[in-house]
């Protein structure tokens, strides 16, 4: 009696198991499906273009950080012009601290140490504070203590800058209180003499080894400088740009004391000169 073999091992007409044939069929399918997997991966991860060349795929895959959201109060910022002269440098009265009053002592302005275009106190000081308002200053030509309204009444200037915030402002205020003491006096002004322009110029940066005050502290301070600027209808001139170095410091060429703060006389031409290519007309 002839015994019947299990169809596992029944012999295919080319000799081969049934099981291998079995085998070798399911591997031939896996690696087709694996093939039209991958190709179904490289049309959908493909970069050409259709032309043909390489997509270009960099904003997609690197961070550009959060955008830059423009300063609404940029707009008060004096533009570049072309140089406005001597005759603009000398119609422009100058008032403010420490760095404004040595405008005097370093001779920058058409005659020098008796330049009649320096509003300054005293103590050649003037604090950004509460008493800004009722604080003197010595009017040229006449020698008369006056707060600054009252000489602005007095004199009429067509052009006043204003720099304050070095003396007191920076080191111990707030932004509302800063806010608050600049606003009051160009308010002032205003009232006082309404056909005078005023300029509020950025509070000037100090060396990397100042000990007393830091120019993170001073950039907050001129972003509220021209937020004032914007606030009171006045420009803002940017100056502090062009006395800074690469790391955000004065330059320190243009610092005239081991406090890291008072300026040379070659710092003063500098910015002399950015006033004029940035002309309030």
């Known amino acids: 009696m002839t015994q019947k073999k299990s169809k596992l091992y029944t012999i295919a007409e080319n000799g081969i198991p049934y099981l291998i044939l079995t085998s070798v069929a399911l591997a031939v399918l896996l690696v087709i499906c694996t ?4 190709s179904v991966r490289g049309c959908q991860a493909d970069t050409t273009k259709p032309n043909g060349k390489p997509a270009d795929t960099t904003a997609a895959t690197i961070d550009t950080g959060t955008p830059t959201t423009p300063d609404p109060n940029d707009s008060v ?3 570049e012009t072309d140089d406005a002269g001597q005759a603009y440098q000398d119609s422009l009265t100058f008032v403010g601290d420490s760095l404004t009053a040595h405008l005097i002592n370093r001779e920058a302005l058409t005659g020098g140490k008796t330049t009649q275009q320096v509003w300054r106190t005293e103590n050649n000081m003037l604090n950004l504070n509460s008493e800004v308002t009722s604080s003197k200053i010595i009017l040229p030509g006449t020698g008369e203590l006056m707060t600054i309204a009252q000489a602005a009444k007095t004199a009429k200037p067509s052009i006043l800058i204003i720099t304050l915030g070095t003396d007191w402002g920076v080191s111990y205020l ?6 608050a003491c600049y606003s009051g006096l160009i308010n002032d002004v205003k009232e006082a003499s309404p056909s005078t322009k005023i300029i509020l110029q950025s509070i000037f940066p100090v060396t990397d080894y100042c000990p007393n005050l830091s120019n993170e502290k001073i950039d907050t301070a001129n972003k509220w400088v021209k937020a004032v600027a914007a606030e009171t209808g006045c420009r803002y001139l940017d100056t502090q740009s062009v006395l800074k170095d690469e790391n955000n410091n004065l330059k320190a060429e243009y610092c005239n004391s081991s406090d890291g703060i008072h300026l040379g006389a070659n710092a003063y031409v ?3 000169e950015y006033i004029r ?3 309030y007309n």
């Not at 093939?35 to 991958?38: D, E, G, N, P, T």
């Open 35 to 38: 093939v039209i997997l991958f």
């Open 77 to 79: 910022i004096l533009p």
């Open 174 to 179: 707030n932004e509302t209180d800063f806010k």
């Open 270 to 272: 500098v910015i002399l």
């Open 277 to 279: 290519t940035h002309a």
